[in-house]
């Protein structure tokens, strides 16, 4: 008895070893996974600076450009213009003052998204005071304001330049909200345990800052600062323009709101004009390290914990079994009779998802479960895999049959995955496994195994399709966030240049003329992109589907005929009403007629039918056309985003993208069949009203 447990009293010695030491490991490396935690989150502060950091220096940019302009020759009413379309182009300027060389206000612009606040607001007092101290700074320099005291956000401020004395001297201002400039620092303070303290550029806190960091900022100089010397070595660095990372301890943490664990600091300027004109920081909490840490440090101590309970237990079983052997050499007899019809009712179940079938040694059916046998003909038992699937091509029988024959020879399961097998009249994807019996029963010598993975694969598709409209509605919110107002700008520019130009008459008017017609391409992009993105639950009433398609049908008249197309229509007046949005609705078949119109060639046709279900409570709806076809290995992709087979500019990728997802916001189904030159059938299954008679009549 004492030998078994020798080797299992060394186990546990070397797991309490090895627990130990993985123990110690953790702890060890604490500090570098500290230093870790700062890189990540200096590395995060560097990159939503940098876009912050461009905001500034656009801004400082338009200011040197406003003055620069102001200098060059021109009436009042060219700089009046320019100054406008400038303060219309940007989304965050309010309004532009003009000062003289003796400080005398010479123009004054509002912005015309803000002519309804008070006067005070977009014209107030620190819009000349700042101007004009910027009259004695040095050239190219740019002076900014304190906070405006009459904004509620805190947010607004005044930036003014000098206008070179070259150009007759004076100051020019711009009353700017400054928050949208700082956007991208909201992205570092999503995680609970990161707080935010941004300085301005008289070194007063933003709004954006933490409240509590920005308290204790205000109670420095105050008695109480020496409680927290961390955070006041932290402002002094942010003052002096540096970057890098500080630790705070534990104490200062929780006195700082961030809890009883250290706290990182990283810190950065925010450069405009190549001053260091505001600082950010991040103080994040290691609190998720120490309580990763703990978690670990628990997870090995159960481990170690269950292993030793598990070779405790094995080894009084060890010592059992040795016991009882000579009590079990008499019972292997009847074991081994017993082991036979266990595996015999065990491989064949009747109550599962998948077809088993038994084949005796003659290759006969002996056996079927239920998710086959009403599948198969009534008089499947007895009969051959031929006759068992009598709508299977010769070759897939042939082929099943040599998976048993293998799987008999070489004594293991022989398998096939994946396999498209026409079994049922229908081609479908199977799991094939034929699994050999080691009891040499004549009566049940092997499995037939078959897994039907149609459902599978159809949750799967369905699974990335939404993962693709998730990936495109943080695209599309980005993208909108990203180069919409860049855009807006550029867009602005080449308007005003092609106006300075005089049309497209000039010998550049052409080359501006397409560069506003492809941003406004960029912006209907980015609106479609939004638009399937924001797209909201249908509200469903009871539309009655006949008035629907004849409006449909006199919108696309015109366009059949201009592209030689017959477009027929078949829907009776008696259909039960659609639970649908009536806008929704159309969109989805005018973007499906138009697909089938786009397909066709010259004298080709579409015909939009619809009729009543087999399947209660759908009407079926079909857009047919005679057109060139879909290629077999793209059928799967044509509700995909982006995915299109028309020409580079023709088409988005988006239009089969929204269709199906209005349908299955609609609880319908849409199907495709598509033959590569004989045309494409597009079948949708909508929902019929809960409550008839309750139907709204619609028409284009």
């Not at 040095?138 to 330049?161: E, K, Q, T, Y």
Request: proline share 5%; net charge neutral; aromatic share 4%.
């Amino acid at each position: 008895m004492q030998r078994p447990l020798v080797p299992i009293l060394l186990l546990l010695m070397a797991l309490a070893s090895v627990a130990g030491g993985a123990v110690w490991f953790i702890q060890r490396d604490r500090q570098a996974l500290v230093e870790q935690f700062g890189q990540e989150r200096h590395a995060q502060l560097e990159e939503a600076a940098s876009g912050v950091s461009k905001s500034l220096e656009d801004l400082g940019d338009n200011l040197r450009f406003a003055s620069e302009l102001l200098a060059q020759p021109g009436s009042a009413g060219d700089h009046r213009r320019e100054l406008r379309a400038l303060l219309e182009a940007v989304g965050q300027y309010r309004a532009i003052a003009v000062l003289g060389p003796d400080g005398g206000e010479l123009l004054t612009l509002v912005d015309n998204r803000s002519r309804h606040l008070p006067a005070d607001a977009v014209r107030p007092p620190a819009l000349a005071d700042t101007a004009r101290q910027a009259l004695t700074a040095p050239p190219g320099s740019i002076v900014a304001s304190h906070p405006l005291g009459s904004s509620a956000s805190g947010w607004m401020r005044v930036f003014a330049i000098p206008i070179p004395t070259d150009g007759g001297g004076g100051a020019v201002a711009i009353l700017v909200d400054t928050e949208p400039l700082f956007a991208p620092l909201r992205l570092v303070t999503v995680d609970e345990n990161t707080r935010l303290l941004l300085l301005g550029v008289h070194g007063t806190p933003a709004p954006m800052s933490d409240p509590t960091l920005a308290s204790w900022y205000a109670r420095l100089e105050e008695a109480g600062s020496t409680h927290v010397p961390g955070l006041r070595a932290l402002v002094e660095r942010m003052r002096g323009g540096e970057s890098g990372t500080l630790r705070l301890d534990e104490a200062e943490a929780d006195r700082l709101g961030l809890g009883p664990a250290d706290v990182v600091a990283t810190f950065m300027p925010l450069r405009m004009s190549g001053e260091s004109s505001w600082s950010v920081a991040t103080l994040s909490s290691t609190r998720a390290l120490r309580t990763h840490e703990r978690t670990l440090v628990l997870r090995l101590s159960l481990a170690a914990l269950l292993v030793a309970v598990f070779l405790v237990t094995f080894g009084a079983y060890v010592v059992l079994a040795n016991r009882r052997a000579v009590q079990l050499r008499e019972s292997r007899r009847h074991a081994a009779q017993l082991a036979h019809l266990h595996e015999k009712t065990q491989k064949i179940l009747d109550h599962i998802p998948t077809g088993v079938l038994a084949l005796s040694h003659e290759g006969r059916i002996s056996a079927v479960n239920q998710a086959l046998r009403s599948r198969l003909p009534a008089t499947v038992l007895g009969s051959s895999l031929a006759e068992a699937f009598p709508d299977a091509p010769s070759a897939v029988v042939k082929q099943l049959e040599a998976l048993v024959a293998s799987a008999r020879e070489g004594g293991g399961v022989r398998s096939l995955h994946g396999e498209p097998l026409n079994l049922f009249s229908e081609k479908g994807q199977y799991n094939v496994h034929a699994v050999p019996l080691e009891h040499r029963d004549g009566e049940v010598r092997s499995l037939l195994v078959l897994e039907d993975l149609s459902n599978v694969r159809m949750l799967e598709d369905q699974l990335l399709r939404a993962e693709k409209l998730a990936t495109v509605g943080v695209l599309a919110a980005g993208v909108a966030h990203e180069i919409g107002t860049p855009l807006g700008i550029i867009r602005g520019h080449a308007e005003y240049m092609l106006q300075k130009a005089g049309g497209t008459e000039h010998p550049q008017g052409r080359g501006l003329g397409a560069i506003v017609t492809q941003i406004d391409r960029v912006s209907r992009i980015i609106r479609q992109l939004l638009d399937l993105s924001r797209l909201q639950p249908a509200r469903a009433r009871a539309i009655s589907l006949a008035p629907v398609v004849r409006g449909l049908q006199e919108l696309l008249h015109v366009e059949a005929e201009r592209r030689r197309v017959r477009f027929e229509v078949d829907v009776p007046e008696r259909l039960p009403a659609l639970a649908a949005d009536a806008d929704q609705l159309q969109q989805v078949l005018l973007n499906l007629t138009l697909n089938a119109c786009d397909a066709c060639s010259a004298g080709g046709s579409v015909r939009l039918s619809a009729g009543e279900s087999p399947e209660a409570g759908v009407v079926e709806i079909r857009i047919q056309d005679d057109g060139r076809g879909i290629a077999p290995e793209h059928l799967h992709q044509v509700f995909d985003p982006f995915f299109t087979t028309k020409k580079r500019g023709q088409g988005t990728g988006l239009g089969l993208t929204m269709v199906a997802q209005i349908v299955r916001n609609h609880g319908g189904r849409v199907e495709v069949d598509s033959k590569p030159g004989l045309g494409t059938l597009v079948m949708l299954r909508w929902p019929t009203a809960a409550v008839p008679g309750l139907e709204e009549r619609h028409a284009v």
